[in-house]
T-cell receptor, first 115, second 114 residues
C-alpha cells in the first residue's frame, strides 16, 4: 500500500514570495490533515478536511494561508505571501474515519525555508 | 479542550537499557485515544503505539509498551532494550472521540548511547 505522498520535499523562497505544497493521501482515507512543525516543537494542526469539506481551520492564518482538497483526494496548501516565521516543516497526514482507524499516517513532509 | 504535556525535553539512555518517556494529558471527553509517534532526524512521523481510553490492558507493540494510568491521566511510553536507532524525537498525542483533531505534545528527544 502506497503511503502519503508530498512534494516538494524541500523549498527555499524569499519573504513575500508565494509557495504551494501538494499532498496525496492514502487511497480511501477520508480525513486529511496539514500540520506546521516549527523546529523544536510538536506538529500544530493548520487545517483538517473530511472528504472535500473543512472540519477545522481554526489555526490557519487565513490572511496568507489557503488550502483546498479537490474531489476529496489530493490537497494543496498555499502560502501567499510568505514570512520568515513560516519557515517550518509542513506535514500532511491522512486517516480513515472511525475508531482505531483514526491512526494518522504521515507523509515525509516539506521543509520550507523563507529567507 | 485537549492538552498533552511532555515534561522531558531530552533524555539519555544506555544501549540495551529500558527508558520511560513521560506524557500526561487533559481532556473532558470520556472516550479518547492516546498515540505515540517517533520522529527521526529524517523528519517522518512513525506511529509506534495506541491506547484507547476504555482499553483494560496496557498496549504493547514489540519493544514498546504504554504505561496507562487513567486516574492520573498519564500515558508513558516504555522502550525496552534500547537500540541506537531509537535515537529520535518522540511525540505523545491525544484524539478525543467526536473529533478527528489530534493534539501533540512538545516532544522528548531521546539519545541512545553506545
Amino acid at each position: 500500500e502506497a503511503g502519503v505522498a508530498q512534494s516538494p520535499r524541500y523549498k527555499i523562497i524569499e519573504k513575500r514570495q508565494s509557495v504551494a505544497f501538494w499532498c496525496n493521501p492514502i487511497s480511501g482515507h477520508a480525513t486529511l490533515y496539514w500540520y506546521q512543525q516549527i523546529l523544536g516543537q510538536g506538529p500544530k494542526l493548520l487545517i483538517q478536511f473530511q472528504n472535500n469539506g473543512v472540519v477545522d481551520d481554526s489555526q490557519l492564518p487565513k490572511d496568507r494561508f489557503s488550502a483546498e482538497r479537490l474531489k476529496g483526494v489530493d490537497s494543496t496548501l498555499k502560502i501567499q505571501p510568505a514570512k520568515l516565521e513560516d519557515s517550518a516543516v509542513y506535514l500532511c497526514a491522512s486517516s480513515l474515519v472511525n475508531g482505531r482507524e483514526n491512526e494518522q499516517f504521515f507523509g515525509p513532509g516539506t521543509r520550507l525555508t523563507v529567507l | 479542550a485537549q492538552k498533552i504535556t511532555q515534561t522531558q525535553p531530552g533524555m539519555f539512555v544506555q544501549e540495551k537499557e529500558a527508558v520511560t518517556l513521560d506524557c500526561t494529558y487533559d481532556t473532558s471527553d470520556p472516550s479518547y485515544g492516546l498515540f505515540w509517534y517517533k520522529q527521526p532526524s529524517s523528519g517522518e512521523m512513525i506511529f509506534l503505539i495506541y491506547q484507547g481510553s476504555y482499553d483494560q490492558q496496557n498496549a504493547t507493540e514489540g519493544r514498546y509498551s504504554l504505561n496507562f494510568q487513567k486516574a492520573r491521566k498519564s500515558a508513558n511510553l516504555v522502550i525496552s532494550a534500547s537500540q541506537l536507532g531509537d535515537s529520535a524525537m518522540y511525540f505523545c498525542a491525544i484524539l478525543a472521540s467526536g473529533t478527528y483533531k489530534y493534539i501533540f505534545g512538545t516532544g522528548t528527544r531521546l539519545k541512545v548511547l553506545a
